[in-house]
């Protein structure tokens, strides 16, 4: 009842609630996913219009089951526990409703968080859900469009081009039927990192089995950004998943196209990285010097031959001083002697 729109009868259902979870938090943590579903049933039989589940406040869009999440918000195992539940049903795409699972989209995007722990572990989880059924999902794409779950011009595919192939149109039907819930998820992800400034590295670095001080620090949403799901409201609004009403070839294409390229963000190329490769690669200086100068050197044993050597040399600061120069070998230091008449591709250098 605390999703009723008679806010009345909502404020009465939140104090029954409130006071229930303070003596019996153990039984209502079992029930609360059975009480979530009982929420939509209710919500779904009180409106002929399409259900959603936030409601429009004129700050922002509020989720109408914020006051149950608070309940669980301050104990983290209950609120990790309670998150990991909802979206358990998007593993579960056929056996879950789209509908209801935009309800769930729609809280999971509107809940009061509270710290940046919460938006990061909704994130993670999506990421681990998508890595499985999202990649599934283009697998099975790649089948219906090129008769094999891979296929060998990926980086070339366009709407002209695949409108040229002969596809499977009942099976890229099937796959455009099940995408919609991983656009939900994909979306949801996305709306998060807007609304509370979570960069994808950032993402990518958080686990939730880490103990990180910084993860627990309050957390402020920002305001303006609006969750909309329109790909999928549209479809349900218009019944277009009803496999009777068959869309268009061209309509299916469109639509793996768009889940592709949504799929091909959610893992992009880690920049830090590449620059701290970069940083170790260019901090290597090399000179070349005559034979003679390092024919001498004791610590060497092994004759020289009479052409020019090339030796590795520390680079100098600015102020004269050696500094200690990143590089990416983990062998004891040594001085290395090669042929000044190769280049750097020669591979004993590298």
Known sequence: MSTDPEAAIRIKAEQQLTEHSSKYGQIM??????????????????????????????????SVLAHVYTLVRSNKQHRRAFLKAVLRHFEELEKTSLEMLLFLSDNLAHFPYATLEEPLFVAHHIDVTLSVTGSTLLQSFNEAIWGRKESS???????????QRDCNINQLADCCYSSYG????????????????????????YTPNESNKTYEKAVTKKCGISFDPNLVVDALRNDTLNKTQMKTKEEYLKTYLEFKQMMNKLDPFDAEDDQSDHEVT??????????????????????????????????????????????????????????????????DFK
């Not at 011009?153 to 409108?163: T, V, Y």
């Not at 991983?182 to 670095?205: A, E, V």
């Open 29 to 62: 943590q079992s029930h609360l996913i059975a009480g979530l579903k009982r929420s939509y049933m209710f919500l779904r039989l009180a409106s002929s219009d399409l259900v959603r589940g936030c409601t429009e406040h004129p700050n922002a869009p509020q």
């Open 153 to 163: 011009n990926e980086d070339n595919e366009d709407i002209h081009s695949l409108l």
């Open 182 to 205: 991983c656009f939900l998820l994909l979306l949801l992800k996305r709306h998060l990192q807007r609304c509370y400034g979570l960069s994808d590295s950032k993402c990518q670095k």
């Open 282 to 347: 260019t901090t290597t200086t090399t000179a070349v010097v005559p034979s003679e100068a390092v024919a001498d050197d004791s610590r060497d044993p092994k004759p020289q031959s009479s052409a020019p050597q090339k030796v590795r040399i520390p680079s100098t600061s600015s102020n004269g001083s050696t500094g200690q120069r990143k590089t990416k070998r983990t062998k004891p230091r040594k001085q290395r002697f090669i042929s000044s008449g190769g280049s750097d591709d020669d591979p």
